[in-house]
């Protein structure tokens, strides 16, 4: 008998996942993935709960990055504006949160991820039109993250407090008053949304 002819099986690579984003995703992806790295590097050398939640907050901003859509619209000076707000926490280094500031600080940075949910793949720091979003705590106020981000930031800052930290959280805000007023003159149909949620930021105030 003749031995039956063994043919060499097709072996094909496995398709990787291809990531074709426009030059600020890639900025925006290495920006936050750097955030989250030195996050998960102050935690290794002195592990507090505001750390974690700084690095996983990061990290979930770099994973935005690789999945939002391109926008219609876009703002250079905002973006200058959105890479200061996201530079300038990386200055204050979380304390121990103690137990008057746990619950405002974790309540903060829940509401930041549950807006950053509801943005999706219309996220991003600089202030462009990637789809007008109504759904989750944008139902409640207009710039939910925002107000989350600086709940939470306050709370690290009455944490560690100091001049020097007060006088960033205090440039952070005027950094998100100046992106929110950039933001409502870019996206299409903000007038109408503006009329259905009054406020920007703080109900009852602004």
Known sequence: MKPFPMKPFPMKPLPLPKFRGAPGDYLGLAFFSTAALLAGLAFGEHPTLGTALAGVHNLLLAVCYTRRRPNTRRD??????GLLAAAVPLAVRPELLPPALLLPGLAGW???VWALLALDRS??????????????PYRLVRHPMYLGELIFRAALVGAG???GNGLLLGLLVALQIARIRREERLIAGYPDYARAVRWRLIPGLW
């Not at 250079?76 to 504006?81: A, C, F, S, T």
């Not at 996220?123 to 989750?136: K, N, S």
């Open 76 to 81: 250079i000076p905002g973006l200058v504006l």
């Open 123 to 136: 996220f991003g720091i600089a202030p462009a039109d990637r789809g007008l979003v109504q759904r989750g």
């Open 161 to 163: 407090w100091s001049a």
């Open 110 to 112: 829940g509401l930041s």
